[in-house]
């Protein structure tokens, strides 16, 4: 994952105080002038593998988490570039759905087939919340098994459900894998991508990007099946989207990293616990960010599918806390591109 870290730091610094760059109340050669800016957007390499364990133990143990990990360092970061005394505006939450298809929708229509996405995207549009949703362009038949070799094409209504997102608005796609199916029988390997070659992990991503623009969807994020890819496979990442998103299953192959960060040519927005989580965990969290008035990119991730078990009361609620302020995936990417703009042309 080779990276310049000076760069880095400063596109990082950039991307946390855009609002404030965009109004003009920063100039773009201050941002990094504080100790705590530099401390918070530092360019950490990937720890070792016995770093990586202590990491996830104290995750675990809830020591290690994105209010006090993340948000709290940003958080006094921005306020050491904007003075004691400024306002650092509300939330901007990023928020983020795995995924339609359902990695077992295959398996199980009757639980996680379209109509049950449906009922999600019908609360959050109602809220006028927008989100991302991870897509794999196949859906697979016993996806945790590897020896398993099926799968599928989305069918009629899959493909009809997302040409409808497609043509609406509020809804930005990612792509989500090949076809989520794990390489490892471990839970605790669960992989699409960890272990496969340089010239194997272009060939799964570009061919799942070509079937994912069939399906009429272009993406410029890619958000990994289980959250795991290995260190090595990053750059080619990298050289395919703006944005390379995680979760807590994240740590164990690249460490714990604040989020968004940049690292090389593209943004690295893990979320994690307890914005990563069922609505219900998320809510009392978005809620103390908001009250902060914390001024953060804050990825909330959720799992439909998850809410759908729990009876989408929470969602609702959880729904109807952050409307006000989730933010465009695509003011997002906006913002990603003028953060790398003083320092390299945008490839994008």
Not at 52 to 71: C, G, P, S, T
Not at 110 to 129: C, D, K, L, N, S
Not at 218 to 231: C, G, Q
């Amino acid at each position: 994952m080779g990276h310049d870290p000076r760069r880095d730091e400063l596109r990082s610094a950039r991307l946390l105080l855009d609002a404030e760059l965009t109004a003009g109340m920063l100039e773009p050669g201050d941002v990094l002038r504080t100790h705590a800016m530099s401390a918070a957007v530092s360019g950490r390499p990937i720890p070792r593998r016995p770093r990586r364990f202590a990491q996830q133990v104290l995750r675990k143990l809830d020591r290690l988490d994105y209010e006090r990990a993340v948000a709290a360092p940003l958080i006094g970061a921005r306020r050491a570039a904007l003075g004691a005394q400024a306002a650092l505006g509300p939330p901007r939450f990023l928020v983020r759905v795995d995924e339609f298809p359902h990695y077992l929708a295959w398996d199980q229509p009757e639980r996680y087939g379209t109509e049950g996405y449906r009922r999600f995207h019908t609360i959050m549009a109602a809220a006028g919340v927008p989100y991302l949703v991870a897509v794999p362009p196949r859906v697979s038949h016993a996806p945790m098994d590897p020896a398993e070799r099926r799968w599928r094409a989305l069918d009629d209504g899959e493909r009809a459900l997302l040409a409808e997102l497609a043509a609406g608005e509020g809804v930005d796609f990612a792509l989500h894998g090949r076809d989520h199916r794990t390489r490892f029988p471990s839970p605790r390997r669960h992989s699409e991508l960890c272990g496969l070659g340089p010239a194997a992990t272009a060939a799964l991503l570009d061919e799942a990007l070509a079937e994912l623009a069939q399906l009429g969807v272009d993406s410029e994020i890619f958000v990994p099946p289980f959250n795991r890819f290995d260190a090595a496979q990053y750059d080619a990442l990298a050289q395919r989207f703006a944005v390379v998103c995680g979760g807590p299953e994240s740590i164990g192959q690249i460490g714990f990293h604040r989020t968004p960060m940049w690292r090389g040519e593209a943004v690295y927005l893990p979320s994690y616990f307890p914005l990563y989580g069922r609505a219900r965990e998320v809510l009392p969290a978005a809620q103390r960010l908001i009250d902060q008035e914390c001024g953060l990119w804050a990825p909330i991730a959720l799992h439909w599918g998850w809410e759908s078990e729990e009876g989408w009361e929470q969602l609702e609620r959880l729904a109807a806390l952050i409307a006000p302020y989730a933010a465009s995936w695509q003011d997002f990417l906006a913002a990603v591109r003028r953060s790398a703009a003083p320092t390299t042309a945008s490839r994008r």
